[in-house]
């Protein structure tokens, strides 16, 4: 594959109702060459779900090396003394045009095949980050152009990825999945991120 590697995404989120924070964040890290997408879904809501989830976010700010275990391991340390979350991590390395993901919990993951109607599924350990992470292990698959990366908490039910229609913007997409698939009684956030390569 030749040229540069582009990394379209977008995050759309909301509050539980009656809520005046959201619980659930999101974190674009870019270093090395590579690219780690975090999201992190503090348990339950409110005030203490988004200090939890703020928590493992700021832990990635002094450098996550781009890599999906190394995030899990540092989003455990910080969130120690916190109610906890689940977290689920995809690092996309341009150079081997792979995406290395790992996610303990029930924040979901699925990659969307360009032209292909095919979906791959992140599979999630159980625990939670902060209090029982399991052994971490990783699992890598190549990606190619148009190829799309879905995460989402357990605030959108689990059939968002289903009949994708991967059309328009990143940001259009995770606003339409977000309206359309968003439980009325939880935090709910999805980050959408297609993979592109320009000819250099």
């Known amino acids: 594959m030749t040229g540069r590697a582009v990394l379209e995404w977008q995050c ?4 539980a109702p009656d809520e005046r924070v959201c619980g659930d964040r999101a974190a674009v890290v870019s270093r090395g060459g590579r690219t780690l997408i975090v999201v ?8 203490e779900a988004a200090r939890a989830a703020d ?7 002094d450098g996550a090396g ?3 275990l190394t995030a899990l391991g540092r989003c455990h340390e910080a969130l120690r003394e916190t109610r906890g979350a689940a977290v689920s991590a995809a690092a996309f390395d341009p150079r081997e045009g792979t995406l290395t993901w ?10 969307v095949r360009a032209g292909r109607g095919l ?3 992140l599979l999630t350990l159980g625990g939670i980050v902060g209090r029982n992470l399991p052994p971490l292990r990783a699992m890598s698959v190549p990606v ?17 990825a289903d009949d994708l229609e991967p059309s328009g913007s990143c ?5 339409r999945l977000l309206d359309a698939f968003g439980r009325p009684t939880d935090d709910a956030l999805v980050v959408v991120a297609r993979f592109l390569w320009e000819d250099t």
Do not use: C, K, Q, Y
Request: glycine share 16%; aromatic share 2%.
């Open 144 to 160: 190619e152009r148009g190829d799309m990366l879905l995460l989402a908490t357990d605030g959108l039910t689990a059939t968002f």
């Open 40 to 47: 992190v879904d503090g348990l339950g809501h409110g005030e």
């Open 66 to 68: 781009g890599d999906a």
């Open 171 to 175: 940001s259009a997409i995770a606003r």
């Open 12 to 15: 759309a989120r909301r509050p």
């Open 119 to 121: 979906t791959e599924s």
């Open 55 to 61: 928590a493992a976010v700021a832990a990635l700010d």
């Open 102 to 111: 790992a996610g303990v919990g029930n924040v979901e993951g699925r990659l």
